[in-house]
């Protein structure tokens, strides 16, 4: 499992003068107004290479040189191993990877109305996310931000733990209350790589925790996504241009910050951006401004040689419908024309609240339809089958009984699994039935033969141990009661966990 490669010339929607005022806007604001880091560590290692900083504001002012030093310091693509090797990615260059959407919550798949997960139905989810082909890596807290009876400082990483568990796929995680210390414990205990998180806090913001993160995942020598998550309007210019610029300099702060850490640090930054509802206040997800957004990053991090996390595919529709498919299929279309090389896609039912697996069986048909765009168009003395054409002739001439198509087919069309394609007769005579419906039946055919590869019995074990660490080192901090404590313990001890 490689994702996507992209053999088209990625879509440029900016002129070269226009990135090359972006670039300038970009390190204009980075030097002139600067960028908030509270975490003195940072601060300190930030003016021994050059910047200008103000203790007292935890302001940091970067110059020119050291920005553009520390871009060419960042791997322009780099590996991301995974539990099983066959699923293993290199992130960058001309490919595009597409991982899960989580949500905060499950939906009911009769109603849409949403509802914490089971354990189970986290489990499942992952199961089926695993066995999804355009599915190659996991985002953090997916599918879903925990799940019943876990308390919210272990949301987290019982959410990855269920993730080992039940995927052999390249792992993402994020950061909450040192949760990362836990994260990176459990990685080394089973042997893998995971790509931690550092997360902006709009505008021009780090928080202590974010800077942490970065700091502890740098030092593990493992991989970085620096992700900002900007809404134009609110936290952000109301302008595509300015937000451009703005997200350039937040994340471009955080990258210069993990190449002083480490030089050569692995990162991934993220175009995570979203416009304002005007008439609600709420980020307005879906809208195609947010494509041109990311199309112009694009093109601006291809030129830096640094790889490119699009904003998450999250709709506004509230069920998968013809809303969701509009704004998801412009999301991942933009996302793989314009040279992203990843992008959280698979699952999102409504923003970042509800995730439900018949919507990732539905995405994993999209995807798969980008994923053949981007292959492009064959030429070649085969392809062109000029001499089967002069074979055939004209009517009563056909190609259906020929080698050549039985050969080609296949490899020139996609195959959608959750699709109608049905003839009308054949359509009325088999029940009516929708994508929904196809999805569920494809749903319940994964839970029913897929068998993700288990842990062995000690990385079982240590990663119960990992976990239980978590718990204690939560409890002494007070960020879990005794009465929560109580039925936390008694849901971990049922027989299905951990789900099988």
């Known amino acids: 499992m490689k994702g996507f490669t992209r053999?088209?010339?990625?879509?440029?929607?900016?002129?070269?003068?226009?990135?090359?005022?972006?670039?300038?806007?970009?390190?204009?604001?980075?030097?002139v107004t600067?960028?908030?880091?509270?975490?003195?560590?940072?601060?300190?290692?930030?003016?021994?290479?050059?910047?200008?900083?103000?203790?007292?504001?935890?302001?940091?002012?970067?110059?020119?040189?050291?920005?553009?030093?520390?871009l060419r310091k960042a791997p322009s693509n780099?590996?991301?191993?995974?539990?099983?090797?066959?699923?293993?990615?290199?992130?960058?260059?001309?490919?595009?990877?597409?991982?899960?959407?989580?949500?905060?919550?499950?939906?009911?798949?009769?109603?849409?109305?949403?509802?914490?997960?089971t354990r189970k139905e986290n489990y499942d989810g992952v199961s089926i996310l695993d066995a999804l082909p355009t599915v190659h890596f996991f985002s953090p807290y997916t599918p879903y931000f925990g799940f019943e009876h876990v308390p919210p400082?272990?949301?987290?990483?019982e959410s990855l733990a269920a993730r080992i568990r039940n995927s052999t796929k390249f792992q993402c995680v994020g950061f909450s209350n040192d949760s990362e210390i836990f994260a990176i414990k459990m990685a080394q205990a089973v042997g893998i790589e995971i790509l931690g998180t550092c997360a902006i806090a709009p505008p021009l913001s780090y928080y202590k925790d974010a800077v942490e993160s970065a700091?502890?995942?740098?030092?593990?020598?493992?991989?970085?996504?620096?992700?900002?998550?900007?809404?134009?309007?609110?936290?952000?210019?109301?302008?595509?241009?300015?937000?451009?610029?703005?997200?350039?300099?937040?994340?471009?702060?955080?990258?210069?910050?993990?190449?002083?850490?480490?030089?050569?640090?692995?990162?991934?930054?993220?175009?995570?951006?979203?416009?304002?509802?005007?008439?609600?206040?709420?980020?307005?997800?879906?809208?195609?401004?947010?494509?041109?957004?990311?199309?112009?990053?694009?093109?601006?991090?291809?030129?830096?040689?640094?790889?490119?996390?699009?904003t998450t595919a999250y709709p506004n529709a509230k069920m998968p419908d013809y809303q969701s498919s509009y704004e998801k299929a412009f999301r991942v279309l933009v996302a793989g024309l314009s040279g992203a090389n990843t992008l959280l896609y698979h699952g999102s039912v409504h923003g970042e609240l509800t995730h439900h697996p018949i919507q990732a069986i539905l995405d994993d048909d999209s995807a798969g339809m980008v994923g053949r765009f981007m292959e492009g168009i064959a030429v070649d003395d085969e392809t062109l089958a000029v001499d089967l054409i002069h074979e055939v002739g004209p009517i009563p001439g056909h190609f259906l009984d020929k080698a050549h198509t039985r050969k080609w087919w296949k490899l020139?069309?996609?195959?959608?699994?959750?699709?109608?394609?049905?003839?009308?007769?054949?359509?009325?005579?088999?029940?009516?039935?929708?994508?929904?419906?196809?999805?569920?039946e494809r749903m319940d055919e994964i839970l029913a033969s897929h068998r993700p590869t288990p842990l062995t019995s000690n990385q079982e074990k240590e990663v119960e141990r990992v976990l239980e660490e978590a718990r204690k080192y939560y409890k002494e901090k007070d960020l879990i009661t005794e009465e929560e404590m109580t039925v936390y313990r008694k849901a971990m001890q049922s027989p299905n966990y951990p789900y099988e």
């Open 412 to 440: 020139e069309q996609f195959l959608p699994k959750a699709a109608d394609r049905l003839t009308y007769p054949e359509w009325m005579s088999t029940g009516k039935k929708t994508c929904l419906e196809y999805a569920r």
């Open 7 to 31: 053999k088209l010339k990625p879509l440029e929607v900016l002129a070269e003068e226009e990135i090359e005022a972006i670039h300038r806007g970009t390190l204009e604001v980075l030097w």
């Open 215 to 310: 700091f502890r995942f740098a030092e593990a020598g493992l991989p970085l996504r620096i992700i900002g998550g900007q809404v134009m309007g609110g936290t952000a210019p109301a302008t595509i241009a300015g937000a451009v610029v703005i997200n350039n300099a937040e994340v471009i702060a955080g990258l210069v910050l993990a190449q002083l850490i480490k030089p050569g640090t692995r990162v991934l930054v993220k175009d995570f951006s979203a416009s304002v509802n005007m008439r609600s206040g709420a980020p307005a997800f879906g809208g195609i401004e947010i494509c041109m957004h990311n199309a112009a990053s694009n093109q601006i991090f291809q030129r830096y040689g640094v790889p490119l996390d699009d």
């Open 78 to 117: 780099f590996h991301a191993p995974a539990r099983d090797p066959k699923n293993s990615l290199m992130i960058g260059g001309n490919t595009l990877c597409l991982a899960v959407a989580p949500g905060q919550q499950t939906v009911d798949p009769d109603t849409w109305e949403p509802r914490p997960a």
């Open 34 to 70: 600067g960028v908030r880091m509270e975490h003195k560590r940072a601060l300190q290692l930030l003016e021994k290479n050059g910047c200008k900083v103000d203790y007292d504001e935890m302001r940091v002012r970067f110059p020119q040189g050291l920005v553009e030093e520390c």
């Open 153 to 157: 400082c272990m949301a987290m990483l």
